[in-house]
């Protein structure tokens, strides 16, 4: 089991920053490709962001590239499977939403939400005009 905290949502202005984060814990070791997804009211669940175990791979929703990257930060003890971030820049009305994390056991990118097995709660991002 896979448990996803995410944090660092807020309300900013358009062209602002902010960082999201999201820790990760789990009971056993294994390879976790996580990433961003995030919903809009009224809209479905997007791919953002997704990075691989290694953080040696990364790939991006082309309405973020450029603006957004994602980074993880992998653990050395035993207990927290690590904690994975989402840079985001140039912030625009349309990155409004709310933010979630998702992990799945891959040694392959992947960018759609059913591929994923875990989901945090997930954290709201709201850009003013």
């Known amino acids: 089991q896979v448990e996803l905290v995410e944090s660092g949502g807020g309300l900013v202005q358009a062209g602002d920053s902010l960082r999201l984060s999201c820790a990760a814990s789990?009971?056993?070791?294994?390879?976790?490709?996580m990433a961003w997804f995030r919903q809009a009211p009224g809209k479905e669940r997007e791919f953002v962001a997704t990075i691989s175990w290694t953080g040696g791979n990364t790939n991006y929703a082309d309405s973020v590239k450029g603006r957004f990257t994602i980074s993880r930060d992998n653990a050395k003890n035993t207990v927290y499977l690590n904690t994975v971030y989402l840079q985001m820049n140039d912030l625009k009305p349309e990155d409004t939403a709310r933010y979630y994390c998702a992990a799945k056991q891959s040694i392959v990118l992947l960018t759609t939400s059913d591929d994923y097995d875990y989901w945090g709660q997930g954290t709201q991002v709201t850009v003013s005009s």
């Open positions: 789990r009971r056993t070791v294994s390879n976790y490709v």
